[in-house]
């Protein structure tokens, strides 16, 4: 028996200034969003992208040449941890999303067909994969916008998701012809409270009702899309990348990466560097990763050998002494290496015992 092909559609929606979420709608073939089969929940701007990023690391790790499914079946396993990291906002139980990177990953040629040739969709996606490593360096802003990504996409003769905007139905379907015509058809939309989240099409299709839980609709705390939307069709895994980031671009956001939890995050201040802590009761990435680091200090002794050496310093050479203050300094360029990864507390250890040792030994 052949099985249903599905349209795929990525919903990307401004709640308010510098608030943008975005949504994932499955429909037959042939229908519109208003008559979904499958939603996921409303999650902030770039998470989907933050997920699939997750997800794909395996594989990258292995050049995107490798067996797919065993790969990418234990990305996707790896991905249901709660906490506060950016690509693990999407909620534990929301089937839906999950389904759409299985339909995207696992199950690609069987009921989404893609545009893309699959031979080489892993040489694709290794492309985009290095520019979005590329965009999350230290220069990455230099790269992070939507003409460069355009240009490349261009360069590789690769498409750009097939995009509409999507405002609604509800205008009568009257001459809009002259200036009066317009003026007064415009004059009666109000966006302000144009909430968009139209109920599951009751019928059996792709994914039977009523007992699969993957129709029930995920209710999240970043509330419900609004219009008009910014739509796009997503055939594929690349599709779906490129319109995340097409939509992070264009509203002058960044990609980085979390040196604790390695996870993509969206971020405008280009200064902040771990995820922003949008998940409640979790502790946020930067303060579990000052726990750690502290705790790892008590363990090795550094933060004990540290204090004995501050005290002995500030005795020496006086607390406002430029002997005291370069000491200190030192201590901090440490710790900030360790933080971020470039140094470790063994070392950091090595050094405070050599330091300790020239103090004691100085007559």
Partial sequence: MM???VKMYYLFSEISKNNFVEAIYVC???ESIESATMQTGVYPMGTFLSKAIKILDPLAKRN???LWDIVLSKGMESCSKEDSSFSNLIYKDDAAAYQVFDLLLLEREEYVHSRRNEKELAKILQRYWSYIRLCQGKDGEKFSSTKELRFLINQAQDVFPEHSTYVTNMLSKQSIVTESEIENTLSKVNFKDSSFAPPLKERNTLFPRPSSPLHNIIKTKWGELKIPLEVFDITDIID???ASVYCI???RYFLKECPYCKSLFVIRDKRKKYCPNLNDGAKSCFDTSRLERQLERE????AKKEKILRT???NKYEAKSDEHRKFLSDCQEWRDDIKMGNKTEDEYVKWLDGH???KRNTP
Avoid: T, V
Avoid at 299 to 302: D, V
């Fill in 356 to 358: 300790f040792s020239k």
């Fill in 28 to 30: 037959d073939d042939g």
């Fill in 249 to 251: 671009f264009q509203q």
């Fill in 312 to 314: 002995m310093s500030a």
């Fill in 299 to 302: 363990k090795s002794g550094s």
């Fill in 3 to 5: 099985k249903k092909e």
């Fill in 64 to 66: 995107f040449c490798l």
């Fill in 240 to 242: 779906l990348i490129l």
